[in-house]
């Protein structure tokens, strides 16, 4: 009896790591009445069901009316040929494609979103963000993007684990960032010919990793019995979450003492007090989250996800407006996990809060408009040969620092070797904090003294950032899929034998994806 408890509460434990892992079992114990739809699915698996065919028509007759409605508003804006009509038709392509793509391959979507915008930006006639309003549109959305970004992350992490190893968890997520950033500005000074400021600025952009990319395939591995045994799934993810939410914190500072027009020392003063300042804004933006509304109020959740959406978005102007950009991202991130930890106290979990839930509606909304947006920013017109591979070279080289590091990093920590390379392997994709920064440097550039070279390698920045973005993105979601099998070895959480005992779920007419959103990787 005491082994069929403790297997049953395994098995949940499993559930709550991977709602793939019940559909699975749903489809093998589980009789549906729609049987012609089974056979179908069975004979071609990836063929929309009714339930997704409803859905889509639901979402489109939501978006006519919107259309409609927004015609009586902007008039000429939202027509064809209209700023507002295209850029909502460049999403609504890149949304399309990158999903129809996702169904049929394990191709994560915001790899094909930015490929979208890179071939609509060379081969379609019209530049859409050289209208004033349009580039004005995706300027402010990019202001809204990281507000996102590092409340969802926060309220999602696994805080349990992470208190638990918490050297592990930091170290992987920071000293490997730290040897990036540092090997970005060393070789885009040897190849490119970047100032030390220029190499630190991309730097802290690109040593960010992104494992929305790759934890979807640890997660799926888990289910498998690979990685579980040493919790791949809980390290890679919660460690890759507080790397985003690092680089973003730390890329605010590096980007407001470089950009910001004062004094040298006073650059210096104000890049370490702005972190001190985030903190303690956070902390108390934090607390009034918790205090107000009454955690009874049926009202809680939508009011507190309003509460942190607004004071992101004020210390983000805020921040900006008065040249101290870094304290907005470090005061976002510390919000919300100070929030979300005053929360877990009455009853709301860490890493499962109803407010973490909107947050993640709110990216499925945004996660198109960031990536294909994005890959319309490239400029290749003007890119030899020769500097298109010297870039390559460029993020390639500190790339295989950062590996190296992350590998050290986990074998330090106990991980066996094979995992500890397997490790370094996920920490190659880059995409959610380089789509968010593609055009800050050309955003920042100075108002007096600018130079052709500076207004040249803002623009090199970008397409290196593209670059990256597809580019790593695609090899290490594909080296992490061939990798695995030989470097994981398996260790079963369900045996065989205990099938059998497995509780009926209740069937749901609903096909899963086969890659989780960009968001739902910090939910292990």
Known sequence: MGDDRQYRQEYNNDLILSPRK????????????????????????????????KQYVAVIICCLCLWATSWFVLGYLVVPGGCVFNITALVTLGYVVSHTVERYTTLNPVITQTLVGVLCKMFIPINILEDKKADLIDYHLRRVYPVIILTKGPLTW???????????????????????????????????????????????ILSSVSPAIVVPIVIALNTKGLGTKSKLALLVGNAG????????????????????????VYRIIKAFTAIFFGVVLGVAWGVLAD???????????????????????????????????????????????????????????????PVSEIYTTLWVIFESMLF????????????????????????????????????????????PVK??????????????VEACLVRVASDSLWKNGTTDKDRKIATQHSNMIIIAIIMTSTIGSILTRIMAPILLSPYPRISPEAISTIPNIPSKDKRPSPCLDAFQYIDT
């Not at 995992?419 to 959610?432: D, L, N, Q």
């Open 22 to 53: 019940s559909l699975r079992f749903e489809e093998r114990f589980v009789k549906t009445d729609h049987g012609e739809e089974k056979n179908m699915q069975r004979w071609c698996p990836n063929l929309p069901t009714t339930s997704d065919l």
């Open 158 to 204: 696994n805080w349990d684990y992470i208190r638990h190893n918490p050297v592990k968890v930091f170290s992987l997520a920071t000293l490997p960032w730290i040897v990036e950033c540092l090997s970005t500005a060393f070789f885009s000074f040897i190849y490119l010919d970047f100032p030390w400021y220029w190499g630190i600025h991309l730097g802290a």
């Open 241 to 264: 979450g507080l790397d985003t939410a690092f680089s973003e914190g730390m890329f605010g500072v590096i980007n407001s003492a470089i950009f910001y027009e004062s004094t040298p």
């Open 291 to 353: 205090i107000l509304p009454d955690h009874d109020d049926a009202h809680a959740p939508a009011i507190r996800s309003l509460h942190l959406f607004a004071g992101g978005i004020l210390f983000t102007y805020a921040g900006g407006y008065f040249g101290w950009g870094g304290i907005s991202g470090v005061a976002i991130m510390v919000c919300a996990g100070a929030a979300a930890t005053r929360w877990a106290r009455r009853d709301w979990a860490l890493n499962n809060n």
């Open 372 to 415: 294909t947006l994005s890959g319309y920013f490239i400029e290749i017109s003007d890119v030899s040969a020769a500097e298109f591979g010297l870039m390559i070279a460029c993020i390639f080289s500190a790339l295989v620092f950062r590996l190296l590091a992350a590998f050290l990093v986990a074998l330090a920590n106990a991980l």
């Open 419 to 432: 995992e500890s390379i397997f490790v370094a392997i996920t920490w190659i994709p880059k995409a959610i």
